[in-house]
């Protein structure tokens, strides 16, 4: 979910998708999900200390959680939820802050890449990487790889 994709992101993501495979829906506004959406809300409160830094290691933990059960294939702990894995998935998030913090304990967190890739895609990456990135996730060579 996202409010702040870029029209030729989602141009590529279509193409590369058939159409049954992907399914853009647009909510009437900010943090409202469109009629016959799940949304799952994850409560990350709680603990001793209530801080920026805590909070964020909860919804790392919640995020992980997510990962393992219900999105990896190769983690999935029943055939139940390994039937619902992603082969991709993609995480939003509403600062570059935060998403080059998870990028890092994603990476950390599985060191050789066996259970997923990082792919970041933000502005303050060069528009190089960014192209890199998006490619890879969808699976393309670019085109000296392809000679």
């Known amino acids: 979910v996202t409010a702040t994709i870029p029209d030729q992101v989602l141009r590529e993501l279509k193409q590369f998708f058939r159409p049954q495979d992907i399914r853009v829906i647009q909510g009437p506004?900010?943090?409202?999900?469109?009629?016959?959406?799940l949304e799952r809300l994850?409560?990350?409160?709680?603990?001793?200390?209530?801080?920026?830094?805590?909070?964020?290691?909860?919804?790392?933990?919640?995020?992980m959680k997510i990962l393992t059960d219900d999105i990896l294939p190769s983690t999935a702990a029943t055939t139940e939820t390994s039937n619902n894995s992603a082969s991709r998935t993609l995480l939003f998030c509403n600062k570059i802050e935060t998403c080059r913090k998870l990028e890092n304990l994603l990476i950390r967190s599985?060191?050789?890449?066996?259970?997923?890739?990082?792919?970041?895609?933000?502005?303050?990456l060069g528009r190089e990487k960014r192209d890199e990135n998006?490619?890879?996730?969808?699976?393309?060579?670019?085109?000296?790889e392809k000679q």
Request: one cysteine or more; proline letters at 5%.
């Open 42 to 63: 994850v409560d990350c409160s709680g603990g001793e200390i209530s801080d920026e830094q805590s909070g964020f290691y909860r919804k790392y933990a919640a995020l």
């Open 110 to 124: 599985d060191p050789s890449g066996v259970n997923y890739k990082v792919l970041p895609y933000h502005a303050a």
């Open 29 to 37: 506004g900010l943090h409202r999900p469109s009629a016959g959406t």
């Open 134 to 144: 998006l490619r890879k996730f969808l699976g393309r060579r670019s085109s000296s």
